[in-house]
């Protein structure tokens, strides 16, 4: 009865190609489900924020007649603003950090020096900014009433916006991603290019600025992100 069996070399080189497969595999692998997990904490932030929002305007009246100027202070005025319009509305919220040097490695990204940060149960944190923050008492009436950014991976490093941050606006015309109350008037490729809006704002998601003033040129992948139905596609500017 013959018997057959693999030779150490040969062994060895089938040791060798699928260590190899691995190298080229396992990298995508990896970014593919963490491209996943993001796109998902990002969408049930999303919801979440959606809900505490309907049940605060039940009680609060029309979120488009908030008072967002509880004080002149404008770190001092987002905390009063969250703790009366956002904090009792979203289970177990509990307060990080306000914005300061270095904060974002402990609370994750912030929108604003007069950001206030949170986190949620599922080790997300959320940055608020209340809108009041930017305007005068004379000028209250203002296009939007939070600013917040959503962290998904809180204090863990990007922190960056399109790639585990996400930006929304609660304003008078609702809430989503910035820019999504023009969504209609723009195409996914605008933003994947970069446009300005008729606002003057500059919508769009791009991998790299392209000078120095380009400073908002990640400020639409949120609104790629909700488009693409909250998954990241392989044309997204990861």
Known sequence: MNRFAFTLAEVL???????????????AIVKKYQKKVVAIRAKQAYSTL????KLSEIE???????????SSDGTE???????KYIA??????????????????????????????YFLPNGTSISFVAGGESYN?????????????VDTN?????NMLGYDA??????????????????????????????????????????????????CYRHGCTLLLMLDNWEIKDDYPW
């Open 13 to 27: 080189i089938t040791i060798a190609v699928i260590g190899i497969v691995a190298i080229l595999t396992v990298p």
């Open 50 to 53: 959606v809900e505490a929002i």
């Open 60 to 70: 609060n009246g029309p979120s488009s007649e908030w008072n967002i100027v509880l």
């Open 77 to 83: 005025n987002t905390k009063l603003v969250v703790d």
């Open 88 to 117: 009792p509305y979203l289970n177990n919220l509990r307060f990080c950090d306000n914005n300061s040097d270095d904060i974002s490695k402990k609370c994750g990204a912030f929108l604003s020096s007069a950001g206030k940060g």
């Open 137 to 149: 008492e004379d000028e209250a009436v203002n296009d939007f009433i939070f600013a917040i950014i």
């Open 154 to 158: 809180a204090g863990k490093k990007p």
């Open 166 to 215: 996400f930006y929304f606006q609660l304003n008078k015309d609702g809430f989503g991603p910035f820019g999504f109350n023009q969504r209609d008037t723009f195409t996914r490729s605008d933003i994947l290019n970069g446009f300005v809006n008729d606002r003057g704002e500059l919508i769009s998601c791009k991998k790299e600025s392209i000078d120095e003033n380009d400073l």
